[in-house]
């Protein structure tokens, strides 16, 4: 199993990006997809995540209503489409991948997850 994110790049403050996630070797539509962060200096965090097999969406409270994550299985691919971009959102994006449901109280947890692609760099800057 095998996962890419891509999409990433140099972009200014307020402008829109969209990052995707493609598997290798297998459909997602039975797998769940966390997109995480990692900042320079910092911890990795939870951004996002999509329940391919549920439905259940979430978000970290520092991108809600910028960020919207997204699947198409037709194309087999996850999207995350990062709107009012700023400085802070710097920082490689990463997705990972498994078959486990996840909630609202653990979706966040990267350790939890089998399945980890490359990131892509998201520079926010002027």
């Known amino acids: 199993v095998q996962l890419q994110a891509s999409g990433g790049g140099l972009v200014q403050p307020g402008g829109s990006l969209q990052l995707s996630c493609a598997p290798s070797g297998f459909t997602l539509d039975s797998y769940n997809v966390g997109w995480f962060r990692q900042a320079p200096g910092k911890e990795r965090e939870g951004v996002s995540y999509i329940g391919n097999s549920d439905g259940r969406i979430y978000y970290a409270e520092s991108v809600k209503g910028r960020f919207t994550v997204s699947k198409d299985n037709v194309k087999n691919m996850v999207y995350l489409q990062m709107n009012r971009l700023k400085p802070e959102d710097t920082a490689v994006y990463s997705c990972?991948?498994?078959?486990?449901?996840?909630?609202?109280?653990?979706?966040?947890?990267?350790?939890?997850?089998?399945?980890w692609g490359q990131g892509t760099l998201v520079t926010v800057s002027s």
């Open positions: 990972a991948t498994d078959r486990r449901p996840r909630h609202g109280y653990n979706w966040y947890r990267q350790w939890t997850y089998d399945y």
